[in-house]
């Protein structure tokens, strides 16, 4: 029953890949986003009790069905959203074999193959990010928010020897770490989960350009050693989730070197600049860097979740995840290489790094070159379309993401008015783009390019669209405009 029978078998995985070929195929005609309806999508979960066995093709359509029927298809050349990309047919295809085989990544001798690939891959990247592969070490992981946990986590390790075994109640000064508004709020839960606490995570004000103000940044530190603290961990960012803003990396690796701190650089999606040359200045000195996050499901388009953690520290993640255990294989020494259970907050895992190796063999660095040129030829494309048509863009980034604002609306606060531009556009189906403040004050629209199957007519079409929502709401915009009056108008 769980293997199935021959002939049930080979109809479902033809079905299967046809029913993948076919998302493929037609997610450009599907609208963006569904029509949020808990209580439907709750009414056609209730009849499965799984008291009877249904049949298998039953229950991949079943799967297939509300999966397009209730997603916000970010596979959709006009989802301009958070940055969720469409997977290569290659990293399909990987999911699937791992799926199947079931690699354990735990111990070394289980995934032999899966191990070494993945030390090759962190190797490439390490050197492609600028390490001295020599001293280069790192791991895959879920995603941004473990390689950031994980690069807290390794900072206070490397600080403080007593934390390994005392913990935070072993230290003579309370830690404290900098981030700034605009640093990834992964950092907040990682402090809590290493008991650090968030009243000592120091958010650091930004300056006119959104990046963290390295006077505020020096001053506070200087602050925090007056005051008895112990400072020890300094987050730049490399393209932040708002707006795509690079800190800058050389004075902030300055200042960490001068204050003793260990410089953490999250470039979970800006970090695939460095694999274009004429990107790759803008995240220049990253090398700096003690550790780097970078994700491959941002920018490098395979599915969720495949997170990087690299560090030039080669034994670091060693020291930070270390255990002895009798229940697991003990055969690693002997063949003179390091099981993933203590080097990794993972135990089980899965082969993480197989879709991104099936990726890069067959588009390799050039693919992949080409296909980030693009996008940020589409972001460059729709700035522009922005600009002519008196759309202010308030953000300043190489990377393709914009953040805007009308130029034409004369209220100060345009947060609800964006709101309910966003609001619509995403009701109507036609294109995902969402609404944030810049720094917490500054309300924007913001729209990221993050399929490299976007092209221009679909940000002219994101661009006309929002025109025709400008035409259509006034600064009264609750009272006026009914939403659906509006998604009828533009459809
Ligand atoms: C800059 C940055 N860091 C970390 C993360 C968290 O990454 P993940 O969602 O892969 O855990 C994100 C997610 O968008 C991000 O933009």
Redesign the pocket.
Known sequence: MLLLDDKNRAELWQTLTAEVENHLQQVEKLAVAPKTNVAEIRSRLAPIDFEKPLAPLFALDFAVKNLTEFQVHTTHPRYFG??NPAPTAMSIAADTLVAAFNPQLAAWSHSPFAAEVERHLIRAFAVRFGYDEATADGTFC?????A?HTALVAALVHHFPMFESEGLRGLKKQPVFYVSPES?H?FIKAARFCGLGTNYVREIETDESFRMSLDNLTEQIKRDREGGFAPFFVVA?A???NGGTIDNLTETADIAARENLWFHV?A??GGAAVFVPELKTALDKIERADSI?F?A??WLSVP??A?IFLTRHAEILSRACRVATDYMPRDAGSFGVTDSFVHSMQWSRRFIGLKVFLSLMVAGWEGYAEAIRHQTAMGEYLRRELEKNDWEIVNQTPLPVVCFRDRKFLESNQGDYLNAIAAELVSSGEAWISTTRMSGTVPVLRACITNYRTQEKDVKHLVAILCQAREYFSPTVSTVCPATAYSSLIR
């Open positions: 958070l940055f879920s995603g941004g928010a473990e950031n990834h992964s960012t393209g932040t989730t999250d979970a999606w996050t994700d499901h941002k969720m979740g997170g």
